[in-house]
Every structure is written in C-alpha cells, then in structure tokens.
C-alpha cells in the first residue's frame, strides 16, 4: 500500500486546513486508515482514525475540532482540521492498516507538514 498525503500549509490560529491522502495498491475499503503527528523530539501521536466501517476514533486534542472522513470510491482519506492552535503545529502522517488474524501491519504516507502560527 502506498499513500500520498497533502494538504499541510501554514495557517493562523483559527484557521482551518483539510488533509488529504491517496491510498494505492491495495483494496481501500478493506483498510483501516488514520492520521498521526509528530513534533520533533517527541513520540508520533494519534489524531484520528477511521475503521472499514466508518468508525470513527479522536484523540482529546482533536475531538470537536477535527473530523476525518473517507471516500472510498476516490481511494482517499481526509482530514478536516478547524479552530487550529500553533500546538497543532506537528508533520501529519496517513496510517493505513490491515489487520491479519494475528496481527496487523501498518504503512505510512511521506508526511505533510501543518503549521499554525499565533
């Protein structure tokens, strides 16, 4: 599986940005896909996931704030991000994860960089 991630750019506080990630080489319905950030020097953290089904999962951070989504016909997942704050500054990266009877495996977009200014 391979995943393109856009959307990153510079933005104000308040402001709003929606990431966008292309998935290839796999059946895309079938995937359970998210989006991580990471700052430098620190652990890369979860902001949201959403299963094959169309459930969904938002860290504390993100919840009210962000909504993702996903389009399964256009192979994309995407990431509505409002009422931005310069701690949501980070590198955002597409998570797509297949999930095996013992186990799962997990492959990553190239990351796209978010950065809000106060």
């Known amino acids: 599986v391979q995943l393109q991630a856009s959307g990153g750019g510079s933005v104000q506080a308040g402001g709003s940005l929606r990431l966008s990630c292309v998935a290839s080489?796999?059946?895309?319905?079938?995937?359970?896909m998210g989006w991580y950030r990471q700052v430098p020097g620190k652990q890369r953290e979860l902001v949201a996931t959403?299963?094959?089904?169309?459930?969904?999962n938002y860290a504390d951070s993100a919840k009210g704030r962000f909504t993702i989504s996903r389009d399964n016909a256009e192979n994309t997942v995407y990431l509505q991000m409002s009422s931005l704050k310069p701690e949501d500054t980070a590198v955002y990266y597409c998570?797509?994860?297949?999930?095996?009877?013992?186990?799962?495996?997990?492959?990553w977009g190239q990351g796209t960089l978010v950065t809000v200014s106060s």
């Open positions: 998570n797509a994860r297949i999930r095996f009877r013992v186990g799962v495996q997990d492959y």
């Open positions: 959403i299963s094959s089904d169309g459930s969904t």
């Open positions: 080489g796999g059946t895309f319905s079938s995937l359970d």
